[in-house]
C-alpha cells in the first residue's frame, strides 16, 4: 500500500452501540477475524469480553484501537513489534504529559484530571457482567 491518504480505505463510521460482534469488528476496520483473533495474543490491550461460547464482544475503545492498529500495520508499514512500542509510547506519553500538567498547576489549584466516566462506567458494567457470570457457574458448577 502506498503512504497516500488517497490510498487509504475509508472506514464506515463507527456505530453508537455498546459492544460488536468479531464480524460486525471485521467489516468496521476491514481486518479478516483470524487477523483480530492474532492480534489479541499480539496486542496486551485488546482484551474484548467473552461470553457464551467464548464469543467475543469488542467495546468502542478496542474497535479505535483496533483500526489504530490497522492504520500503523498495513499504512504506515510498521512490524507487529513496532506497533506495539508505538501503542507504549502513545500511552506513556499521555501519562507523562498528565503528570507534567499537574506538577505544573501547583499549589495553585487542584490538578485537573480527565476522567472518562463512560468508559468507567462500561468497565464497571463489564465486571458486573463477569462476576454474575461466576456466581452462575458457582451455584451450577
Partial sequence: ?????????????????RYFTIG?????CA???????????????LKPVKRRGNRRY???HEVLLIRRIRELL?????????????LDEGRHHSAATTTQM???????????LSVDIAGLRNELVDV?????????????G
Fill in 58 to 60: 469488542y467495546q468502542h
Fill in 74 to 86: 498495513y499504512e504506515q508499514g510498521f512490524t507487529i513489534n513496532g506497533a506495539r512500542n508505538r
Fill in 24 to 28: 460486525e469488528v471485521s467489516e468496521l
Fill in 102 to 112: 499537574s506538577m505544573e498547576a501547583g499549589a495553585e489549584k487542584a490538578p485537573a
Fill in 128 to 140: 458486573q457482567h463477569l462476576l454474575a457470570q461466576l456466581r452462575e457457574i458457582a451455584k451450577h
Fill in 31 to 45: 481486518v479478516k477475524p483470524h487477523v483480530l483473533r492474532y492480534w489479541e495474543q499480539e496486542f496486551t490491550q
Fill in 1 to 17: 500500500m502506498s503512504d497516500k491518504p488517497s490510498d487509504r480505505i475509508a472506514l464506515p463510521p463507527i456505530p453508537a452501540k
